[in-house]
């Protein structure tokens, strides 16, 4: 089945910078790849996600990159703003239905 | 539109009470779902509706009954619970479409078991 790794745990930066964070998966087959960010006492929201026939997307300051020979997927938020401090998750569908494996999660602090 | 709404916010109950969880939305999504989400933990998956009928069970424990009414509702039934059963449920929902995965997800019940 599909294993999903996500790295940094947790990431501090200063507001104005950039952060980025990494996904691995294991299933050469799996061809979505969404990014949710959840706040405190909230669901997760779909910030940005990416299919496997493109390598980028991006929406204002938010990208993703997708590297289908190196089984990676990042994410990407430029000009970092307080509210962007959120937990976020990467995700990869399992070969059947519509289940989701998700990564474990990184704790992103923007300090001001 | 993308907005799936969850009731109760809250919930205490005891480990003899019997509760329900609500889930609803409006987007016309065939396949909903029920998460489990416990505190600096990703989201588990613990059932998928496919045009209201049960399509996956992560063995959940039987204490667990989902029920998915119609197209729009999907709830979930609480019975004998244990404390370690404390967590963020999470309902998400998305179309049924080749290749499709987008699942959005209501804002939770945050449910307590004294």
């Known amino acids: 089945g599909e294993n999903v790794e996500q790295h940094p745990s947790t990431l501090s930066v200063q507001e104005g910078d950039s952060a980025v964070i990494k996904c691995t998966y294991s299933?050469?087959?799996?061809?979505?790849f969404p990014w949710y960010k959840q706040e405190l006492g909230k669901g997760p929201q779909l910030i940005i996600d990416?299919?496997?026939?493109?390598g980028e997307k991006k929406d204002q300051r938010i990208a993703v990159t997708l590297n289908k020979t190196a089984k990676h997927f990042s994410l990407h938020i430029t000009e970092t703003q307080p509210e962007d401090s959120a937990v976020y998750f990467c995700a990869a569908p399992l070969e059947y239905g519509n289940k989701l494996v998700f990564g474990a999660g990184t704790i992103l602090r923007v300090k001001s | 539109d993308t907005e799936v709404t969850q009731t109760p916010k809250h919930l205490v109950m005891g480990m003899t009470n019997k509760k329900s969880l609500k889930c609803e939305q409006h987007m016309g999504h065939r396949a909903m779902y029920w998460y489990k989400q416990k505190a600096k933990k990703p989201p588990e998956l613990m059932f998928v509706?496919?045009?209201?009928?049960?399509?996956i069970n992560e063995s959940v424990p039987s204490r667990f009954s989902p029920e998915c009414p119609n197209s729009s509702l999907l709830n979930l039934h609480l019975h004998a619970l244990q404390p370690e059963d404390s967590a963020l449920y999470l309902c998400?929902?998305?179309?049924?479409?080749?290749?499709?995965?987008?699942?959005?997800f209501g804002p939770g019940t945050r449910l307590t078991v004294t």
């Open positions: 299933d050469s087959a799996s061809n979505y």
């Open positions: 998400a929902s998305s179309q049924i479409v080749a290749e499709t995965y987008e699942q959005y």
């Open positions: 509706y496919s045009y209201e009928k049960l399509s």
């Open positions: 990416i299919r496997s026939n493109v």
